[in-house]
């Protein structure tokens, strides 16, 4: 089990940024972000490998968020930009074996809810 926290969500209106920052008590981990909104399916939106050269995107969030990570700080962080309303959810930060794109949700919840996060909140307006 790994220690997984999330900071950095809040309320923007559309075509606003935020970034969110994601610590753990381990960085061996693949890491990857995914999100839920009421009555949504949970959707992977992100992840990155170890050493950062495997990222993935999901098409929708493709030019607008940035995943990226520092081993040193045990951090990840999902820089998102031209938030849109449909963006609006519960954000969670996962620790994952890997991130591959012929594996559900990139992988990104294989190891189940003990390798998450608690969430942050985004909520964009219109």
């Known amino acids: 089990q790994v220690k997984v926290e999330e900071s950095g969500g809040g309320s923007v209106q559309e075509g606003g940024s935020l970034r969110l920052s994601c610590t753990t008590s381990?960085?061996?981990?693949?890491m990857g972000w995914f999100r839920q909104a009421p009555g949504k399916k949970r959707e992977a939106v992100a992840c990155?490998?170890?050493?950062?050269?495997?990222?993935l995107y999901t098409d929708s969030v493709k030019g607008r968020f940035t995943i990226s990570r520092d081993n040193t700080k045990n951090a990840n962080y999902l820089q998102m930009n031209n938030l849109k309303v449909e963006d609006t959810a519960m954000y969670y930060c996962?620790?994952?074996?890997?991130?591959?794109?012929?594996?559900?949700?990139?992988?990104?919840?294989?190891?189940?809810?003990?390798?998450w996060g608690q969430g942050t909140q985004v909520t964009v307006s219109s």
């Open positions: 381990d960085s061996n981990y693949a």
């Open positions: 996962a620790a994952s074996g890997t991130c591959s794109p012929s594996i559900p949700y990139f992988g990104v919840l294989a190891f189940g809810s003990n390798y």
């Open positions: 990155i490998n170890w050493s950062g050269d495997v990222i």
